[in-house]
């Protein structure tokens, strides 16, 4: 349908439509707030029992090119080697910023 953007505009139409998207906007809210309740069940807090869950991570071995850094001692790849202590300890790039 051909819409006459010059023609004069009926006020009453314009307010007609705004009230009908503020009661729509108001159905709406309400939607998102059980939605946000629906996925906050899904989380667990932090102190859960966890017991009774079976966790699966497959755990691989340090690799010959990878080093733990004695400041967070995260592992890290040995391109990340920033220095080595006096006493040998490696520390990575991120620790010795």
Known sequence: MAQDY???RNKDEDEESLQALGKGSQ???GD???DENAIAEDYELPGA???NEDSSVTVIPMQ???FICS???LVKHRSQLAYTTEDGQPVCKE???
Request: aromatic share 4%; charged share 30%; with cysteine.
């Open 6 to 8: 010059d023609s004069p």
């Open 27 to 29: 159905n709406t809210s």
């Open 32 to 34: 998102i707030d059980d």
């Open 49 to 51: 029992d966890l017991s």
């Open 64 to 66: 010959g090119d990878e």
């Open 71 to 73: 400041q967070c001692f």
């Open 95 to 97: 620790c010795a910023a």
